[in-house]
């Protein structure tokens, strides 16, 4: 019988140790790096959404908050933006809403995540009439040009998706 407890507890440190490596080397840590060179000087600034986008998120349930792009950047979503799309059974994304040409949103935080993988860096936004939407948060990381980030510098909105505001 002491051989048994033996076996049990050899299995359950190996479980621990194989398994917290696991998920340890599959996790993500994120770090809001608003007030940090170059990242300072975008919370809080105003820009208007260029093209119609989804709101949605991945069925893998891999971003914390509900994520905003088109077809153009994420090839799972349709390719023409329509309300009926929305609840629509797609094979990798759930859509849940959408924003139109013309919605306004600021920059909200700026936020690091950090992986195995590597660091990316996405913008938390609201949309100017937050109160009349159901998400309070979306992360616009699908709507961004991410090359500045190779060199040290804050990535920017890829045109086609948003271009500043002087809204106040």
Not at 111 to 139: C, H, M, P, W
Request: charged share 20%; hydrophobic share 40%; net charge negative.
């Amino acid at each position: 019988m002491k051989w048994l407890y033996a076996l049990v507890g050899v299995a359950l440190a190996a479980a621990v140790i194989f398994g917290g490596g696991y998920w340890h080397g599959n996790s993500v840590k994120s770090a809001y790096v608003n007030g940090l060179p170059p990242y300072n000087h975008l919370r809080g600034l105003a820009f208007i959404l260029e093209q119609d986008c989804y709101i949605f998120e991945f069925k893998s349930g891999e971003a914390m908050y509900p994520l905003l792009g088109s077809h153009a950047t994420v090839p799972q979503l349709p390719a023409e933006v329509k309300q009926s799309n929305v609840g629509a059974d797609f094979p990798d994304v759930r859509i849940l809403g959408i924003i139109r040409t013309g919605d306004r949103f600021r920059i909200a935080s700026v936020r690091q995540d950090t992986s195995r993988s590597g660091s990316v860096i996405s913008f938390e936004i609201v949309l100017d009439n937050e109160s009349t939407r159901a998400f309070y948060k979306l992360d616009t990381y699908w709507m961004m040009d991410h090359s500045p980030e190779k060199v040290g510098a804050a990535p920017t909105y890829l045109p086609a998706y948003a271009v500043p505001s002087v809204m106040e």
